[in-house]
């Protein structure tokens, strides 16, 4: 044996050339095998920050469900469970043609349709930059969740789900990032800075929000005819919370993985999205404990959404000590947004107006005024285009869309119906049925001014159907 | 047989049975309830709101014993549930018509 192995080695060294094939390595396949690899790579990371960002419809829903009424809590989990999976069908037939096709107007695209730009056996670069479109499109859609929670009818929201995926979304996307496929829209084409979707991303929804709130009106006991604003107790703080973290997570795609490469430039996205997370959680704490005397959670919570959310454009295109100063402005607006909200009575349960159409044109307009290049009032007025393009688009389309819903089939609930629960109504269902739940409507008692009706709801842990009471 | 019904803080439920067990009173009823007398209450905030909550949670516990008793273990009741600070409390005694231990049949002081 021992003799043997030499004689082995020798017969491998000599033969192996032969071995290799026809072609010994050159520096043109060099650079073809390294170039691979980077393409690999970037797959890697665009497909782990896709998985990332849908991850973020986890934060969602533990957010709202946070935010509101125990009654309705498994509505809110179909509402973002079928956001999800309808805008996914939605995107996949309809929205990634429009948003990325071919574009001659840039104004839409006209292919792509049915993910018809991949080919069994050719590049599969579009599947994986669908898929990170995709989530991103959930996310759009999956903010008015919250701003019309605990009064909307389950079938009118899913109608909505699949016409902000398959239209109004895309539409929008296809001016400001078109061109990162196929398309090409006019918006870009003046030099709109928005990285991973202040406007894009988060306007939208929260301008579609705004149009679906005012449209339903205000839940029951909310405001008060003296000008009372009675506040409707959430049902969990510990979920509200778990919610933001898993969002600050998922952010951790949404921002750096909006490169669709694997290379050294998220580093710097990275920081930039935790810093002005972190300064828009401290300013709003602190904000709030000057406001009311006590740092208050709910408000400290939706203070580092509003900071995620205000880096989104910028974080590419600024230092991270900017970074900081927008997550702190961003802190601030959230909280005096929200009161403001409340003062012109749109019912708004979780601040998704507030931290995401509010901050999103915040972020948007950070984006032209601390740009790294130097800013120019030229770009601070491409991004303003930008903003109220957005806004003249989503809102108008939006509220003419719930309206529209609203007078066919219906978009509210009834009166009965919402001091019941939709959990029940809706999905005859109890989130919480080995819980003892008393629920005097989420209405606290004893506030200055008119008192609401108390209405108890007393679920048990009945083999039958909920009773009420 | 006297019935007592003591609203007492949540906290001190522990120091409260300890004090009924040590006089013998053997067996007691409890349920989590919410009120107020002239306590009124608290502020608090919910996003960015104020509001003031009335309804305070508060433990009450029932007991029966026999009559010739009632006075030292309200006596003990007040001893062990007194903080001194507002909302400690009341104690409410009535007459018991009846008590019956289910298992056995047993009537009356026999029950207790």
Known sequence: MKRLFPLLLMFVCFTSPAWAGDNPPTPLSNKAAIDLVQTHADYVWTLVAAALVFFMQAGFALVE???????????????????????????????????????????FGTSGFF???????????????????????ATAATIVSGAMAERTKF????????????????????????????????????GFIDFAGSTVVHSVGGWA???????????????????????????????????????????????????????KDTAMIFVNTNLAAAAGCVLAMFTSWIKFGKPEIGMSLNGALAGLVAITSPCATVTPFSAVIIGAIAGVLVVLSVLFFDRIKVDDPVGAVSVHGVNGAWGTLAAGIFNIGGTSAKLIGVQILGIAACFLWVFPTAFVLFKFIDKTIGLRVSPEEELEGLDITEHG??????????????????????????????????PGPASTI | MKKIEAVIKP??????????????????????????????????????????????????????????????VVEAIVRSAKTGKIGDGKIFVTNLEQAVRIRTGETGRNAI
């Open chain 1, 65 to 107: 469900t946070g935010f509101t009424r125990a009654k309705n809590a498994i509505n809110i989990m179909m509402k973002n469970l079928m956001d999800f999976a309808f805008g996914s069908l939605a995107f996949w037939a309809l929205g990634f043609g429009l948003m990325f096709g071919v574009s001659a107007s840039g104004w």
């Open chain 1, 115 to 137: 993910l018809s730009d991949f080919q069994p056996g050719g590049d599969p670069w579009v599947l994986a930059f669908w898929m990170f479109q995709v989530v991103f499109a």
């Open chain 1, 155 to 190: 079938t009118g929201y899913l109608i909505y789900s699949v016409a902000i995926s398959a239209l109004i979304y895309p539409i929008f996307g296809s001016w400001a990032w078109g061109s990162l496929y196929k398309g090409s829209g006019w918006l870009e084409n003046l």
């Open chain 1, 209 to 263: 929000a705004l149009a679906g709130a005012i449209v339903l009106g205000p839940r029951l006991g909310k405001y008060g005819k003296d000008g009372a604003i009675r506040p409707i107790l959430g049902h969990s703080m510990p979920l509200a919370a778990l919610g933001v973290f898993i969002l600050w997570l998922g952010w951790f795609g949404f921002n750096p993985g909006s490169t669709t490469a694997a290379n």
């Open chain 1, 429 to 462: 269902g109890n989130a919480y049925p080995d819980f003892e739940v008393s629920s005097y409507g989420g209405m606290v008692t004893g506030t200055a001014g008119v008192s609401p009706t108390p209405v108890a709801v007393a679920m048990t842990a009945d």
């Open chain 2, 11 to 72: 906290f001190k439920l522990d120091d409260v049975k300890e004090a009924l067990n040590a006089l013998g009173v053997a067996g007691m009823t409890l349920s989590e309830v919410k009120g107020f007398g002239r306590q009124r209450g608290h502020k608090e905030v919910y996003r960015g709101e104020e509001y003031r909550v009335d309804f305070v949670p508060k433990a009450k516990i029932d007991v029966v014993v026999e009559t010739a008793m009632y006075e030292q």
